[in-house]
């Protein structure tokens, strides 16, 4: 009885300690808002072009790696929030957070070659490339806002699914 009582006391401590901004309805309207964003983040890494600058053959194709693997990054983040399960499924929920630092990671990588200053000596490719570094910064905010959310409510989902088998366990 004592062990029950205990396990209880942990579990309504659990739950006490929700916040307001990290229900599902708030998580479900980051991810509308991210997948408008997505838009906004596939039109900056589609206006990179490396044949817009004037650098050496393994400079650019260093960038088109960079790019590439942020572009496919962008895809699995995508797919994931429209995926059904998302919201109602842990598993689903923090493998989107896994992927949005994913492409966290690969957008900044991006954003660091473009912004090095020895990729080209060209001072016309060198603030292009300066321009799309500030872009891909922009919108790496706008997906550091959706990952915050996300986060939340994935902590949230996690200790509801904890209280749930803790009351379980309780009874």
């Known amino acids: 009885m004592k062990l029950a009582y205990l396990v209880l006391l942990v579990c309504v401590s659990i739950t006490n300690a929700q916040t307001p901004s990290s229900k599902r309805s708030t998580f479900l309207v980051s991810m509308k808002n991210f997948q408008k964003q997505e838009i906004e983040m596939r039109k900056v890494l589609n206006g990179i072009r490396v044949q ?13 790696q960079y790019k590439d693997m942020a572009s496919s990054q962008l895809d699995l983040l995508s797919q994931s929030t429209r995926t059904p399960a998302i919201g109602d499924d842990l598993a689903e929920e923090m493998l989107l957070l896994e992927e949005a630092q994913e492409l966290n990671g690969a957008m900044m990588e991006l954003s660091n ?18 321009t799309w ?13 959706f990952y915050t959310d996300a986060f939340h409510y994935v902590i949230w989902h996690a200790r509801d699914v904890q209280t749930t088998n803790c009351a379980a366990k309780a009874n």
Request: no cysteine; glycine share 6%; net charge negative.
């Open 113 to 130: 070659f473009l912004s090095d200053p020895g990729i080209t000596h060209d001072t016309t490719s060198a603030g292009k490339a300066n």
């Open 52 to 64: 817009d600058l004037q650098v050496n053959y393994a400079w650019g194709k260093q960038l088109d």
């Open 133 to 145: 570094a500030r872009s891909i910064t922009v919108a790496n905010t706008q997906l550091s806002a």
